[in-house]
């Protein structure tokens, strides 16, 4: 055992290194404490062991043409211990390889951690390289550096490696968790979200297989970097690698494409609701579908993602815009039908109106002139009475009092008479007797007189009694005039409110005759837009077939590249391994900016252009090209642009594109 030491060790240098701490306790824990609390004998003597190390560390040891690293010394230096130990003759051959199937497994277990680590990555949107990982770096200037990272050494591998033992396992069942269902895994909420966001955060199956690429790239050069020996000893652990790997990714990837098509499929299904529920608004169900348009490529999708879209246009698309044109036309041609029908009826109204309006207001005439003749004649009927009997009653009553005056003359001459044979009395005493005779008589007749003045005064009182009745009856009549000019004024007042009346009705007349104007203004605002509505369809047809016949085109091309790149990669697997495996990304058919681009509508300004000074032939037959074969031409030859802008004109002829024809073809 000596001899061979020796033999092994023929150039050696030897330290004698104290106990590190004292206490057994703390002897069994010293990998755990700090520096600072290791005695200091111990500490000048390692300080010393570590400056001969670094002074023979400017002439690094080589095994079969490998530099040794820091780390590969130390675990050579350790397996060499654990031979010595065991009491076995440490043999070189044999030590160094089992410290290359050590250090070609730690690399293993780094590259999966590190392919792990950089697909999450990737798949969350971060493009940043890489390489800024340090997990396979040279570590062994670092840590001869310090004299208590040394002598944690052996502790650190072993962690390293019990770190990463179980990165396979995680590899392996991190996309079989992503296959199943939230109620399934253990995880809860939580792990259902990380698993949408590996699953939805590729744009495209080409970022899938690009960040597979990018990652197996820097796993194989973590690596490269962290194994050693030959390419026949590192092979069955790059190996394991891949196979570890492959698996997994391929399970991910038929993951992705079925939501992928089932993103697709939903869409399509929201797409046929969205054309089911248009209505007449050209503008809004625009906005909708074309909002629908974009959500649709903007949506990650499958390889049969254009083709299911092709075909969805073909037999939804179409057809819809084709009913929603033929029931716009029927609407417009039921509202002009609806209208004619109801400005017939309106002038027949009109019409029915303005004669009994006629006829009413001559009946309405004719009753006012018989009423006011009537009242009239009755008024001069009724005064010419009153006047008559007014006439009358005043005779009789002059006649009365011309009587009254005349009894009253004879009375006073009476009295005076009475009064001279009264004064007569003394000399006429013989004819006492006689006087009194003719007193009594003369008192007989004053009586009879007095009595004829009481009847003339009853019959005045009459006569004033019937004055004051004729005045009633005057009054009464001059309030019956009144009256009669009264209701005259009513008349008169109702028949300038029916005058009123009439212009009102004129005047809602006009204001319907101007609604029926503003209505065949609209159906003539209907029958333009329905006819904008049957260009626009035609034209959406046409670049629907453009966008179709590119996007087979596309979709050829695409799976020629892709079947190129699986031929390349399995003539790359196929053929051997006799050196570092170069795996960088090809730059052109990986790039997922330069194949699926979405198919773009024929108004996209990206659209191919008529380039300038390009003339095309022209067509034999241009003088009997109709309009929309003109503007099937101008499609054709990239010219959708000006196709676009002459149908916004809706002044625009078949002149303005038999003109567009010439100036392409340089006429």
């Not at 701490?21 to 069994?28: I, K, T, Y």
């Not at 199937?101 to 277990?109: G, P, T, V």
């Not at 006011?372 to 004649?377: C, D, F, G, P």
């Not at 074969?629 to 002459?646: A, D, N, R, S, Y």
Request: hydrophobic fraction near 35%; include cysteine; glycine fraction near 4%.
């Amino acid at each position: 055992m000596r001899q061979a030491i020796k033999k092994t060790f023929s150039h050696r240098i030897c330290r004698t290194l104290v106990r590190p701490v004292l206490e057994e306790s703390r002897l069994a824990a010293v990998n755990n404490l700090p520096y600072t609390e290791l005695r200091s004998e111990f500490r000048e003597g390692l300080e010393s062991l570590m400056d001969t190390v670094m002074d023979l560390a400017s002439d690094p040891k080589r095994i079969q043409g490998h530099v040794m690293t820091g780390s590969v010394l130390a675990a050579l230096a350790q397996a060499f211990i654990h031979v010595i130990n065991s009491g076995h003759t440490p043999e070189i051959r044999s030590t160094w390889h089992g410290v290359v199937q050590s250090e070609c497994q730690r690399a293993q277990n780094l590259a999966l951690s590190t392919y792990h680590s950089v697909f999450l990555r990737l798949s969350r949107g971060d493009k940043r390289s890489s390489h800024q990982s340090s997990a396979g770096e040279n570590s062994s200037t670092r840590l001869l550096s310090n004299p208590s990272k040394a002598l944690h050494a052996k502790a650190n591998v072993n962690e390293t490696a019990a770190d990463h033992s179980h990165l396979e396992d995680d590899v392996l069942l991190w996309p079989e968790e992503i296959g199943k269902s939230g109620g399934e895994r253990e995880g809860g909420e939580s792990e259902r979200m990380a698993e949408s966001s590996v699953l939805l955060d590729f744009a495209s199956i080409e970022d899938l297989d690009t960040s597979h690429a990018k990652a197996l790239e820097e796993a194989r050069r973590v690596f490269d970097n962290n194994s050693v020996g030959d390419e026949d000893d590192k092979k069955p652990f790059w190996n394991h690698v891949i196979s570890s790997v492959e698996m997994p990714y391929k399970l991910l990837r038929s993951t992705w494409v079925a939501r992928a098509d089932e993103r697709v499929t939903a869409l399509l299904t929201e797409g046929s609701h969205l054309l089911a529920g248009v209505s007449l608004d050209l503008e809004s169900d625009s906005n909708r579908l074309l909002s629908f348009l974009y959500r649709f490529h903007s949506t990650p999708g499958g390889p049969s993602k254009h083709s299911r879209f092709s075909n969805w246009i073909s037999t939804t698309l179409v057809p819809a815009l084709f009913s929603l044109a033929m029931r716009e036309r029927s609407l417009v041609t039921a509202a002009a039908a609806t209208t004619a029908a109801a400005k017939l009826e309106l002038e027949e109204a009109n019409n029915r109106w303005r004669l009994e309006l006629a006829t009413n207001a001559e009946e309405a005439a004719k009753q006012l002139k018989e009423t006011e003749r009537k009242l009239a004649s009755e008024f001069d009927e009724t005064i010419a009475k009153v006047e008559i009997q007014l006439s009358e009653k005043t005779s009789q009553l002059i006649s009365s009092e011309e009587k009254l005056r005349n009894l009253e003359d004879a009375l006073r001459k009476e009295r005076a008479d009475r009064n001279i044979a009264e004064s007569n009395a003394a000399r006429e005493a013989s004819a006492v007797v006689k006087i009194q005779n003719d007193s009594n008589s003369k008192d007989a007749q004053l009586k009879k007189l007095e009595s004829q003045v009481n009847d003339l005064t009853i019959e005045i009182a009459k006569l004033r009694d019937l004055h004051a009745r004729h005045s009633f009856e005057k009054q009464e009549a001059a309030s019956a005039l009144s009256a009669a000019a009264v209701e005259v004024t009513r008349l008169s007042e109702e028949i300038v409110a029916e005058r009123r009346d009439r212009a009102v009705r004129r005047q809602q007349n006009d204001d319907l005759i101007r609604q029926l104007e503003n209505a065949r203004k609209e159906v003539e605002a209907l029958k333009g837009r329905a006819k904008a509505a049957e260009e626009r369809v035609l034209e959406i047809q046409l670049e629907l077939e453009e966008t179709h016949r590119r996007g087979l085109k596309r979709g050829r091309e695409s799976d020629d590249e892709r079947q190129e790149r699986r031929s390349k990669r399995a003539e790359a697997r196929d053929s051997p391994v006799t050196g570092p495996l170069d795996l960088k990304e090809d730059p052109t058919p990986s790039s997922p900016t330069t194949n699926h681009q979405p198919p773009r509508m024929a108004n996209d300004p990206q659209t191919t252009r008529q380039d300038p000074g390009q003339t095309f032939e022209l067509p034999s037959d241009i003088g009997s090209m109709t309009t929309q074969q003109l503007k099937l031409w101008l499609t054709e030859h990239g010219m959708e642009l000006t196709v676009f802008e002459l149908n916004k004109n809706r002044r625009v002829t078949k002149q303005d594109f038999l003109d567009q024809v010439l100036k392409a073809c340089g006429k």
